[in-house]
C-alpha cells in the first residue's frame, strides 16, 4: 500500500493504494542516508556502528531532524549531558522516522503493508523498528525485500523497453562518444589574482597578535578560561599582563568533560612547583557541566566572552562575526555594549562542521582543503543551501572538471554569503559597521576571511587566536572576577588525581511532566542534572514553598468542570480538544454543551504519546508546534468514541484593554 524509501540524500514516500502518488524532500535533506552518517561521526562511529548502538537502548530523547547541523547541536548537547551513547543513537534513528512520517506525509495516513526501500532502511534494522513501532505496524504489514537497496535499479531494469536490445559495445561507446554535455555551474572570481596578493593579504593579517611565554617558568597569578563547544574545546592559560602560558584547541570526539580533566592535568603539570591557577572561568555548550564536575569559579555566556576578547584586540569594535563549528553569531555593538545578537535559525548550511566534513571525504584537513583554494583560478558558485544539497552541487562540479581547488574557494564564499543573506540578511555589507572582528576556528582559513572582505569591500581584524576567542574572553573575565578578591574552587592537583563521575537516568515524577532526568554524580559527591524542565528536577528547594501554584491553580479551575453523566447526556458525547485558545474558552463551552444535553469529553493532556499519535496527519511542514500537537489531541478524541467533535474557528477575542488596536486570534485558532 505504501513504499518509504530513504536514500543518501532524499526521502520519499509512494502512495500506492487508492490514488497513486508520491512525496519527497525538497529543501531540506534531514532525515536521510547523509544526515545518519553525519550523526554517526559525532558518536565516533558510522551508520552501521550507530545501528548496533542503537539495539541497546533505553531511553529516547527529542532531537531535531529539520537540519542535520542542528540535530548536531541537539546530539552534542546529549553527549554533553553524559547521555548514554546507545540511548542517542535511538534517538537519531527516531528523529530520522519523525522527520519522514510529518513532512511527508503532510496529512496522509501511512495505512496496510508498509514496504521498506532504500539503502538506509535496508542495512539498518533497528531503523526500520524505529518506524515499525511508531506507525504500530503488525508483522503482516511489514514487507522487508531482500534486496530493498536495489530497488530502484530493478525498477530501472524492468521498465527497458524489451524491443529495443542494445549490445554491451554498443553502450560502451555511446558513453564514450556522448559529446560536451553544458556546464551548470557558474565560476566566481578567484579570492587572490596572484601569489603577491596572498603575500600582501597575510601580511596585514599579523598584527593582532598574542605573546606566548613560557609556563615552565611562570611566576604569580594565572587565569584559566575554557570554552566547551558544540564540538571542540579550548582552553587558554593567561598571566597578569595577558600573555599566553598555555593555549588547547581540539576536538572533544564527543568527551567534553574528559578532555577538560586532561587539560588541566597537563596545566597542572606544567607549572612549577608552588604555582597554581588563581580563578577560571568557562563557556559554551558544555559550561555548565564543567563547572558542576570540576568546579571551575564562573560561567559566562559565549556573547559576552567572545565580546569581551573581541575589545582586547579593538576598543572601538561595532560588529563581531563569530562562524563556529556548527552555529554563527553575529553581535552589534553600540555604546560599549551588545546591541543586538543574530544567529542562524532554520539552516546552518556553510558551517565549519560542514567543511570538516567535505575535507575530510577527501581525506584532507580542513586548513590543507581550504588552503587550496586560495589561489584556485576559477571558484564555483555553490549558493548557500542546505549543507546536504550544497554537497549534490560540489559533486555536479566535479563530474565538469572542477578542481579541489575551485571548490574550496567556492565554499569559502558560500560560508559568508550564508552569514551575510541568511542570518544577517543584510540589504547593504556597508551596514555591518567599521570596526569589524571576525573571529571563530572557521576564520583560521585565509580563504574564508579573503572571501568576507571581497564580499565586503572592507578590511577587517582577525585575531590570531581566531578560534580560541571565547576562551580568551573567559579568561579575561576569570581575571576581572580574581580582582574582585573571590577565592578559587577549581579542583587542585590532588582533588584531580581521584576525580571520577557516573551517570545514570531516572525519571523525576514530582510532576505531571515526569522529566527523564540524567544525573551525573562526582566523586566529591556533587551532582549535575539535565532533562529537568523546572527546579525540581534538579533537587532545588526554593523559598515560599507554602505559595499556590498559579498555573497549576488555573490550569485544574479550567479543566475540572463536572460532566454529565451518561444516563443524563441525552444528545450524546461532544469531544473537545485541549488546545490553543480552549485553554481559555473551555468553561463557556462545556457550559454550553452540558446545559444542550451532551456529555463533554476532553482530549487527554498534551505528552509526547499524544503528538505521535496525530504526526501522520498533519498538513503542513511549518505549522507551529502546538498546531500540530492538536492533530495527536483529535486522534486521542477519536480512540474515546465520541460521537463528534467540536473545535471552533475564532477570528476574534474579546477585547480586553480598550486601549488594544487588535483583538484578532492567531491564523491557526
Known sequence: DVAIELGG?????????????????????????????????????????????????????????????????????????????????????????????????????????????????????????????????????????????????????????????????????????????????????????????????????????????????????????????????????????????????????????????????????????????????????????????????????????????????????????????????????????????????????????????????????????LAEGLLAKNPVDLGSRCTVFMNSKVRQAQKEGASVGDIAAGLAYSVIKNALHKV???????????????????????????????ILGRRVIRPSIPGLMGAFGAALLAKEGAARGQKSSLLSPADLSTFSYVTKTARCGRCGNNCSLTINTFSAGTRYITGNRCEKGAGIRKGGEGLPNLYQYKYKRIFSYKSLPPERAYRGKVGIPRVLNIYENYPFWHTFFTQLGFEVVLSSQSSRKVYEGGISSIPSETACYPAKIAHGHIMDLLDKGVDFIFYPAVYYEQIEDKGTVNHANCPVV
Open 9 to 369: 540524500e532524499d526521502a520519499k514516500i509512494t502512495y500506492l493504494a487508492g490514488n497513486v502518488e508520491q512525496r519527497m524532500n525538497s529543501i531540506c535533506a534531514g532525515g536521510t542516508g547523509a544526515f545518519i552518517d553525519q550523526m554517526a561521526a559525532l558518536l565516533e562511529t558510522d551508520a552501521q556502528g550507530l545501528n548496533e548502538l542503537a539495539r541497546g537502548h533505553s531511553t529516547i530523547y527529542p532531537i531535531a531532524s529539520r537540519c542535520g547541523v542542528f540535530a548536531k547541536t541537539d546530539v552534542q548537547a546529549l553527549i554533553n549531558q553524559g547521555v548514554p551513547r546507545e540511548d542517542i543513537a535511538a534517538s537519531v534513528l527516531q528523529a530520522v522516522v519523525s522527520q519522514t512520517i510529518s513532512n511527508l506525509a503532510c496529512g496522509r495516513p501511512i495505512r496496510g503493508k508498509v514496504a521498506f526501500l532504500g539503502g538506509p532502511l535496508h542495512f539498518l534494522p533497528e531503523l526500520r523498528q524505529r518506524y515499525i513501532d511508531t506507525l504500530n505496524l503488525a508483522a503482516a504489514e511489514v514487507l522487508v525485500p531482500s534486496e530493498a537497496q536495489l530497488f530502484v535499479a530493478k525498477g530501472a531494469a524492468i521498465s527497458a523497453p524489451e524491443d529495443q536490445a542494445i549490445s554491451f559495445e554498443e553502450l560502451k561507446r555511446r558513453c564514450f562518444t556522448a559529446g560536451q554535455i553544458e556546464s551548470t555551474i557558474k565560476r566566481l572570481a578567484p579570492l587572490f589574482a596572484q601569489e603577491r596578493d596572498l603575500r600582501e593579504f597575510r601580511d596585514r593579517h599579523t598584527a593582532a597578535k598574542v605573546v606566548y611565554k613560557d609556563i615552565r617558568s611562570h611566576e604569580g597569578p594565572c587565569y584559566l578560561g575554557l570554552d566547551a563547544g558544540s564540538t571542540t574545546t579550548k582552553a587558554l592559560l593567561i598571566d597578569e599582563d595577558n600573555n599566553i602560558l598555555y593555549s588547547y584547541y581540539g576536538n572533544h570526539k564527543g568527551q567534553p568533560l574528559e578532555l577538560a580533566v586532561e587539560i588541566l592535568r597537563q596545566i597542572y603539570e606544567k607549572l612549577p612547583a608552588g604555582q597554581g591557577i588563581t580563578y577560571s572561568a568557562v563557556t559554551g555548550y558544555g559550561e555548565d557541566f564543567i563547572k558542576a564536575a570540576l568546579g571551575v569559579d564562573m560561567g559566562e555566556v559565549e556573547t559576552m566572552a567572545h565580546y569581551k576578547a573581541a575589545l582586547y584586540f579593538q576598543p572601538e569594535v561595532d560588529f563581531i562575526l563569530d562562524i563556529g563549528g556548527q552555529d554563527m553569531k553575529c553581535m552589534r555593538v553600540k555604546d560599549g555594549a551588545i546591541d543586538s545578537i543574530f544567529l542562524n535559525e532554520a539552516c546552518s548550511s556553510g558551517c565549519g562542521s560542514f567543511l570538516e566534513t567535505f575535507a575530510h571525504s577527501l581525506n584532507m584537513s580542513v586548513e590543507d582543503f
Open 424 to 454: 544577517i540578511r543584510v540589504k547593504d555589507p556597508q551596514d555591518l559597521g567599521k570596526n569589524i572582528v571576525v573571529q571563530g576556528g572557521t576564520f583560521y582559513g585565509d580563504a574564508i576571511l579573503r572571501a568576507f572582505e571581497l
